[in-house]
């Protein structure tokens, strides 16, 4: 598909808050994902919108979802060593696809003491 | 349920011979997604199915590149010759039909020298 885009890197004090931003390309797709590997791990699902929602929480998580923009955001509320990882934005590319994934090239997320 | 079960998790291989990655997806899962992991390029979705039958293929690099899913908890993909280019971690997902989210396995590391 085409490019998924995501800033590379992001460095972040423990207890702050991280945003993570995305632009994705497809006004139609009807999913949006935030998905987390740690190294040498698999890629695990932290949270979803769907695409008539502006925003979504869910515990330290927040997801903002500009349709017009298409511009995605990952707002991780006070940051721990643990969440350093690599985070991956993604477009659903429909349900007749089972909702195959469109990935950015993820952003590495490294938080501080 | 154990998951997604991918083997082997590591293999080293020499250029030209033949390698065999597999999958065992989540029972009672509809979909099963092989994507790639590289440094340059990210996450690609290579082929994905549904029902076992083969549905997009179009991510395939090149005629080395070929899947089968022979039955509902089974799928193979296959590099024949293997090629230096190759070298990366291999993901299989599976889903149900109807549900957003996929679950992935842990990968297979591949390298070729």
């Known amino acids: 598909g085409e490019d998924v885009e995501q800033s590379l890197f992001l460095s972040v004090r423990e207890g702050d808050s991280s945003v993570i931003n995305c632009t994705y390309t497809?006004?139609?797709?009807?999913?949006l994902y935030w998905y987390k590997q740690e190294p040498g791990a698999g890629l695990q699902l932290l949270t979803y919108i769907f695409s008539n929602m502006d925003m979504k929480q869910d515990q330290r998580l927040t997801v903002l979802l500009n349709k017009k923009d298409k511009h995605l955001s990952l707002r991780i509320a006070d940051t721990q060593t643990g969440d350093s990882a690599i985070y991956f934005c993604a477009e659903g590319m429909g349900s007749n696809s089972g909702y195959a994934l469109n990935f950015g090239k993820g952003t590495s997320l490294l938080v501080t003491p | 349920d154990a998951g997604v079960i991918q083997s082997p998790r590591h293999e080293v291989t020499e250029m030209g011979q033949e390698v065999t990655l597999r999958c065992k997806p989540i029972s009672g899962h509809d979909y099963l997604f092989w994507y790639r992991q590289t440094m340059m390029r990210g996450l690609e979705l290579l082929i994905y199915f549904n029902n076992n039958v083969p549905i997009d293929d179009s991510g395939m690099p090149e005629d080395r590149f070929s899947a089968k899913m022979p039955n509902a908890s089974f799928s193979n993909l296959k590099i024949q010759p293997s090629e230096p280019r190759d070298s990366a971690v291999y993901f299989c997902?599976?889903?149900?039909?109807?549900?957003?989210?996929?679950?992935f396995g842990q990968g297979t590391r591949l390298t070729v020298v």
């Open positions: 497809d006004s139609s797709s009807t999913y």
């Open positions: 997902a599976s889903s149900r039909q109807g549900n957003t989210e996929a679950f």
